[in-house]
């Protein structure tokens, strides 16, 4: 009986050799839903091939091999892996030259091989390939068409394979329910050794030391459900995992010899009681566990798109923010705290840390160069530093997602280390201009190339001897400036940085709190290399980039009154204070205090008309994060608004002047750009649909602007709020936006 939602028939005759778990499952999932006319099973069990045929699993029993081959318009090999070429040899006779051969097998080399031993060179329509699903259960009665549904299946076509042959092979996994992923034949070899060979050795190893323990029944008799999971695999079928250990032998072994040095570490730790390289195997360990979950589940900052989810975000007009809230902690003080706790001598313990995307792309590269770090855990960290020398080379490149201060902050810092690095990030971070920092650093005698444009991979080969430098800084930037004064630190001599306006100075700051003098003379900074920090507490605020949504969204709604608590009010960061004060918004700063360096304050916002000004330039670089959200105050504001002096805005995540004008005249604001910012009149705002370019500070600002519109607001390429603000729907929710998010 076919499937009422067949998809359309992909080829006629399909002949599954092996009805076991998967080629079983294979043949049911192709009948049951149309994929092909005829769906042929083969086995050399009579047994199982009469149960396939009385199951309907299969619409042909083939009695005869040959015949059914030499008929079949598809074969798929289901059978272990060292009897593929046994098969192989003896359908060969009989295969059309238009036959296209696959395989299920999980050793990719193997198969190769013997395809090569056989025809002299692996027939350009032989498809290896490989679904990553099955159960400790075998036979074809544990046959199921919905196996594969949500599974990945990997071919590993080669240079001389036929692509229409390659195409049908990935749709026909594709059409049961399968994504289809392309991988070399070694690398597939060697990954699999590591995610599915090794695990299942090691839990038959393991079962079978214990079982031969004396008091093996209390054992098994008081095992938890973690034993129970780590050796379910064990009740695989043996002789097909003798075949692959066998097949895939030189890549399991090297990964054996991994693990077992691993456990030799480990050991080491335990049995002479250093905490720290216990604490280090854990956190990273538990670190990685969950940055898979989140690969998986698709909330990771992976490098592979596929795994990004689609997020939307649906606004509703109307509505007035009110309450108490507090917003995440700071971003850029999050970033340094890791960057220092980690150089510094002795144990830094964080709290308030930002749990974004970001943030945690910084502690997973340090995690990744050998610092031991705890949590985070309601943004509580910890640090064990390994001093300012003691960082060691990463596995691999370090790959920093969307966050632009992670690659310029640790290019300055990788400059002076004494291996070679690689910094790399999403689509969105390949995007953005890199020899800003590369120029200086090239100027003090580090040795880094950029990628196509400028734009990231950064490459740094290590042990380069710096020299400092005195550096007048082109533009304002804060993250050039620490990025020279972090190489500063590795170098020989005072380095200077002299900014053309103030911009953040939280590197400074933060600097000083780790014991390392930093001399500040106006728009001067200095300081000498070779020094080394001290551990410290750290309490991050609340990021003020972050609360200015709210701020905003209270200045332009009336009937709304926000107190945003223990907000970082640093006086290079205040800018967005100053411009809401000058366009007539009542804004209270309250319980005024220091907590570890930084100035911070609750802040209060009542809704007041506001009024268009000429905004002025000395105020651009102090709040040139939050100009999104400033823009639709200015909509907002009775009169005209002018911005100038902001061209940086148009290399950010997305050029934020024109995705800003764009999405406003959406809207139907009125507004226009111009090279270094914008002119913006008080109009009214209806509905629409906004691209938000992937820039989580857009998204965020038009959500906001719902609060005024007259009609529904569609957000797309919203994933990227979780960089900054993982839980900003939630608080907007909370204090009274009608916003909700929708993901994919």
Not at 699 to 712: D, E, P, Q, V, Y
Request: aromatic share 4%; net charge negative; hydrophobic share 40%.
């Amino acid at each position: 009986m076919k499937d009422k939602h067949n998809v359309r028939c992909l080829t006629e005759r399909v002949l599954v050799i092996g009805l076991g778990l998967i080629g079983g499952s294979l043949a049911s999932a192709l009948r049951t839903r149309g994929i092909c006319r005829t769906v042929i099973g083969y086995d050399r069990d009579k047994d199982e091939l009469e149960t396939g045929l009385r199951l309907g699993i299969v619409d042909e029993a083939a009695a005869d091999l040959l015949a059914a081959a030499a008929q079949a318009d598809v074969i798929v090999l289901a059978v272990p892996v060292k009897a593929i070429e046994t098969v192989l040899a003896e359908i060969l006779p009989v295969l059309r030259t238009d036959t296209i051969l696959t395989d299920v097998g999980s050793v990719k080399g193997n198969v190769v091989r013997s395809a090569t031993r056989l025809f002299g060179c692996v027939p350009n329509r032989f498809i290896p390939g490989h679904p990553i699903a099955g159960s400790e259960k075998s036979g074809v009665a544990a046959a199921d068409a919905t196996l594969f549904e949500h599974h990945k299946v990997i071919i590993t076509p080669l240079p001389q394979s036929d692509s229409d042959a390659v195409t049908l092979i990935a749709r026909m996994w594709q059409a049961v329910g399968a994504q289809v992923l392309q991988m070399d034949v070694e690398r597939h070899d060697e990954v699999l050794a590591a995610t599915s060979h090794l695990p299942h050795l090691l839990a038959f190893s393991l079962v079978d030391t214990l079982a031969q323990e004396q008091d093996c029944n209390d054992i098994f008799r008081y095992a938890a459900g973690g034993f129970r999971d780590f050796t379910r695999v064990a009740a695989s079928d043996p002789t097909m995992w003798h075949d692959i250990g066998l097949a895939n032998k030189q890549a399991i072994l090297q990964k054996i010899d991994e693990f077992t040095a691993g456990v030799g570490r480990l050991r080491k730790a335990i049995e002479t009681e250093d905490s720290v390289a216990m604490l280090g195997i854990f956190t990273r360990a538990k670190a990685a566990r969950e940055h898979f979950s989140k690969i998986l589940s698709g909330s990771a900052y992976t490098q592979n798109n596929m795994m990004t989810k689609d997020t939307t975000f649906y606004a509703q007009p109307g509505g007035q923010v009110q309450g108490t809230i507090r917003a995440p902690g700071d971003k850029s003080i999050s970033h340094r705290s890791i960057m220092l706790g980690s150089l510094a001598d002795g144990v830094t313990e964080i709290t308030g840390f930002l749990e974004g995307e970001d943030s945690l792309a910084t502690l997973q590269a340090f995690r990744d160069m050998g610092v031991v770090i705890e949590g985070p855990h309601q943004g509580a960290v910890k640090i064990y530093g390994v001093g300012i020398n003691g960082l060691r080379q990463p596995p691999g490149p370090i790959y920093v997602g969307n966050s632009g201060t992670t690659i310029r902050l640790m290019s300055g810092l990788l400059a002076g280390q004494s291996f070679d690095s690689e910094l790399s990030g999403d689509a969105s971070l390949s995007k953005r201009p890199m020899e800003r920092v590369a120029k200086p650093l090239r100027l003090m005698g580090a040795q880094v190339e950029t990628g196509e444009n400028g734009c990231p991979p950064v490459k740094i080969k290590g042990g380069q001897a710096l020299k400092a430098i005195s550096y007048e800084m082109p533009m304002a930037s804060a993250q050039v400036k620490s990025c020279v004064m972090l190489a500063g630190l590795y170098a020989e001599g005072e380095t200077t940085v002299i900014e053309p306006a103030p911009t953040r100075d939280h590197t400074e700051r933060m600097l000083r709190g780790f014991g390392y003098p930093v001399d500040v003379d106006g728009n001067k900074v200095s300081l000498a290399g070779g020094g080394s920090l001290k551990a410290t507490k750290i309490d991050v605020p609340a990021d003020i980039s972050s609360s200015t949504f709210f701020m905003v969204a209270a200045a332009i709604c009336p009937g709304s009154d926000i107190t945003l608590e223990h907000v970082g009010i640093n006086p290079t960061r205040i800018g967005v204070i100053n411009i809401l004060r000058a366009m007539g918004s009542n804004l209270e700063l309250l319980n005024e205090r220091e907590v570890g360096g930084e100035p911070v304050a609750d802040i209060r916002i009542r809704y007041a008309p506001l009024k268009g000004i000429k905004i002025p330039e000395d105020q651009v670089p102090l709040a040139i994060d939050e100009f999104p959200a400033l823009f639709i105050a200015a909509v907002c504001a009775e009169g005209e608004t002018v911005l100038t002096g902001a061209e940086e805005l148009r290399v950010k995540e997305s050029d934020r002047i024109q995705a800003m004008v764009d999405g406003l005249k959406t809207l139907g604001a009125d507004i226009e750009g111009t090279p270094d910012g914008a002119i913006i009149r008080g109009s009214k705002m209806g509905g629409g649909v906004i691209e938000s370019h992937d820039d989580h500070r857009i998204a965020m600002s038009f959500t906001i602007a719902s609060l005024r519109a007259t009609g529904n607001i569609e957000i797309r390429e919203c994933a990227n709020v979780a960089t900054s603000f993982p839980n900003f729907i939630e608080l907007a929710q909370h204090v009274g936006i009608r916003v909700r998010k929708e993901e994919k």
